[in-house]
């Protein structure tokens, strides 16, 4: 197993547009975590999920960000409508639950709105 | 809500030398566990060393030491040995038992000069 993937590593888009990213977690993992990171700042959580089911939502979570973990494998965050504030890198990381150490991070997805 | 305070925006450190990152946190849980993660300019969060609050001893992962002062809330990153690949970003984090949710400071960029 390579890790946690995202995809893409970089996406441009124009104001209002909607974007889709893809995370795959370790195989064995069975949570998986969003987190957001605008320039300066450390990451904040966004959601998580322990396999298909979306336990818990960060308030940053607007109306606007949906995500999802159809059969407990990968994962999706869809931003519909983005704003310039939506700009920021979109990490992805997943652990096994019960463990108490650090989670494993992708190298997360960097949105720019133009 | 937990606060995780990283007093140092950045640091100069001559390769070789040891290097001591602070990090302080404000909390009423009665078991959390404190995180440093490294993020180089790929972008990945990279996990380096973990403290439990109730562990009697503070971590140590290699060149990585965790001096963890619970009375004083204090998780400062000890890094021995400095070399010019530890230049990067580092975040402290902290997570209660029980919640999933890591709460990150706002980092410490390092520079090891050579």
């Known amino acids: 197993d390579t890790g946690v993937s995202q995809d893409p590593r970089h996406k441009i888009t124009k104001r209002g547009q909607n974007v889709t990213f893809r995370c795959d977690p370790i195989?064995?993992?069975?949570?998986l975590y969003w987190y957001r990171q605008t320039l300066g700042q450390g990451p904040e959580f966004l959601t998580y999920?322990?396999?298909?089911?979306?336990?818990?939502k960060s308030r940053l979570l607007s109306d606007r960000f949906s995500a999802e973990r159809p059969k407990g494998s990968f994962s999706t965050l869809e931003i519909q409508r983005t704003e310039q504030g939506d700009s920021a890198m979109y990490l992805c990381?997943?652990?096994?639950?019960?463990?108490?150490?650090?989670?494993?991070f992708g190298s997360g997805t960097r949105l720019t709105v133009v | 809500a937990q606060k995780i305070t990283q007093t140092q925006p950045g640091m100069f450190v001559q390769e070789k030398e040891a290097v001591t990152l602070d990090c302080t946190y404000d909390?009423?849980?009665?078991?959390?566990?404190l995180f440093w993660y490294k993020q180089p300019s790929s972008g990945e969060m990279i996990f380096l060393i973990y403290?439990?609050?109730?562990?009697?001893q503070n971590a140590t992962e290699g060149r990585y030491s965790l001096n963890f002062q619970k009375a004083r809330k204090s998780a400062n990153l000890v890094i021995s040995a400095s070399q010019l690949g530890d230049s990067a970003m580092y975040f402290c984090?902290?997570?209660?038992?029980?919640?999933?949710?890591?709460?990150f400071g706002t980092g410490t960029r390092l520079t090891i000069i050579p």
């Open positions: 984090a902290y997570r209660s038992f029980g919640n999933e949710k890591l709460t």
């Open positions: 195989s064995e993992h069975n949570r």
């Open positions: 999920f322990q396999n298909e089911a979306q336990l818990e």
């Open positions: 403290q439990g609050s109730y562990d009697q």
């Open positions: 909390t009423s849980d009665p078991s959390y566990g």
């Open positions: 990381a997943s652990s096994f639950a019960g463990q108490n150490y650090g989670y494993t």
